[in-house]
Structure formats: C-alpha cells, structure tokens
T-cell receptor, first 112, second 115 residues
Framework: QKEVEQDPGPLSVPEGAIVSLNCTYSNSAFQYFMWYRQYSRKGPELLMYTYSSGNKEDGRFTAQVDKSSKYISLFIRDSQPSDSATYLCAMILSGGYQKVTFGTGTKLQVIP | GAVVSQHPSWVICKSGTSVKIECRSLDFQATTMFWYRQFPKKSLMLMATSNEGSKATYEQGVEKDKFLINHASLTLSTLTVTSAHPEDSSFYIC???????????FGPGTRLTVT
C-alpha cells in the first residue's frame, strides 16, 4: 500500500464549477499537509499548508483535513481555465525540514 | 514567497557525459535542500537530502556515485549526473528549506535529455 493515494485523473470540469480533489494516507504520524499546483514542465507551487484537522480557506481554495479518517481534500470554487494544472497533495511527518511525501497528482482541466 | 532558482532549465547531453545542475536559494539561507526526480505523469520521487557542509543522504535505490550532490554553501546545492545514459532523462527538481518560514520552496526544475 502506498503511503499516499491520489486519483491521477484526468478530471475535466466546466468553468465555474466547484472542484474537489482528494487524497488518503496510511501513516497516522503525518502532521503537516500541503497542496501543490504544478503546471506542465514547471516546479510545484505551494497552494495551501495545514497542520490540524479542519478547514483552511484562502480565496477560492479550501483545504480540509480529517486526521481520524486519514483523508485530505482541496476544494476550488468558481474554477477558472487558469486552474488547469496537476494538483499534488503532500505531507510531512514533522517540521519543514523533513522529506515531503507526495501523492501522484491529479490532472485538472477546466474547460471554458 | 521565497525564490529558488535552478540552472540550467533544460539541458541535452550525449550519453557518457556528465551534467551539473545548480539549485540556488535567492533570498534566504537554506541549510537543507532536497533533490527530486519526476518522470512524465508521475509524482516527485525524492532522491536525496542535502545538508550544508555535510554529505548528502540518499534514498534507497539512488546511486550515490552516479548522482553526486554537493551543498557547499547556504544558498547553493549542485547535482551532478555522472556518465549519463538515456534512462537518466527526466525532470529534476530541487527544493530548499527556509528555516525562518518553516517551509520548503521548490525550484522550477531542470529537464535533462540524454541522447
């Protein structure tokens, strides 16, 4: 079993739709959870960073963490064509200096 | 956020030659840098953790003698792919840990093509 599972997609949605991206993980010791956006042939860009269970909102993006279920989500409201990218969930055990464990990424396409 | 640069962004080399990739933290000091490899449509695979002034820690299955990592200063780490072969063709990404911000920042990546 992989430490982090993420549906690779691709996921196609019409512009303006609400997008839900999810990851499950097996190691209950993970404490920090991140979502990265990666455009084609570019490095990952940090979108959201959460520590505890619950919701964290930043503009059109909401990150949700449920540690009891080992499940994290990223919601994108009012999706735009510019949101088309691969979204990677990631998590670390403790402290930013530890290695990051990534999901495989979900490719999202927002159709105008 | 902090900026991490990589150079070159794209390199093509012949089989058997060596290639050096640089990773720089531009506006912060990074005691720890990480090197990742990413195959098409795959996630990032950690290759090694690089600590300033000490030897890098390699992940299982990564050849130390093939992927030489040097972290000579708090703002620069280099990855040298020695005796490159076509199977080394990949996207190499570094990240740098900003202790002051408790965050890792990723570079834009370097695409290596070995012919």
């Amino acid at each position: 079993q992989k430490e982090v599972e993420q549906d690779p997609g691709p996921l196609s949605v019409p512009e303006g739709a609400i997008v839900s991206l999810n990851c499950t993980y097996s190691n209950s010791a993970f404490q920090y959870f991140m979502w990265y956006r990666q455009y084609s042939r570019k490095g990952p860009e940090l979108l959201m960073y959460t520590y505890s269970s619950g919701n964290k909102e930043d503009g059109r993006f909401t990150a949700q963490v449920d540690k009891s279920s080992k499940y994290i989500s990223l919601f994108i409201r009012d999706s735009q064509p510019s949101d088309s990218a691969t979204y990677l969930c990631a998590m670390i055990l403790s402290g930013g200096y530890q290695k990051v464990t990534f999901g495989t990424g979900t490719k999202l396409q927002v159709i105008p | 956020g902090a900026v991490v640069s990589q150079h070159p962004s794209w390199v093509i080399c012949k089989s058997g030659t060596s290639v050096k990739i640089e990773c720089r933290s531009l506006d912060f000091q990074a005691t720890t840098m990480f090197w990742y490899r990413q195959f098409p449509k795959k996630s990032l695979m950690l290759m090694a953790t690089s600590n300033e002034g000490s030897k890098a820690t390699y992940e299982q299955g990564v050849e130390k003698d093939k992927f030489l990592i040097n972290h000579a200063s708090l703002t620069l780490s280099t990855l040298t792919v020695t005796s490159a072969h076509p199977e080394d063709s990949s996207f190499y990404i570094c990240s740098a840990y900003d202790r002051g911000q408790y965050e890792q920042y990723f570079g834009p990546g370097t695409r290596l093509t070995v012919t």
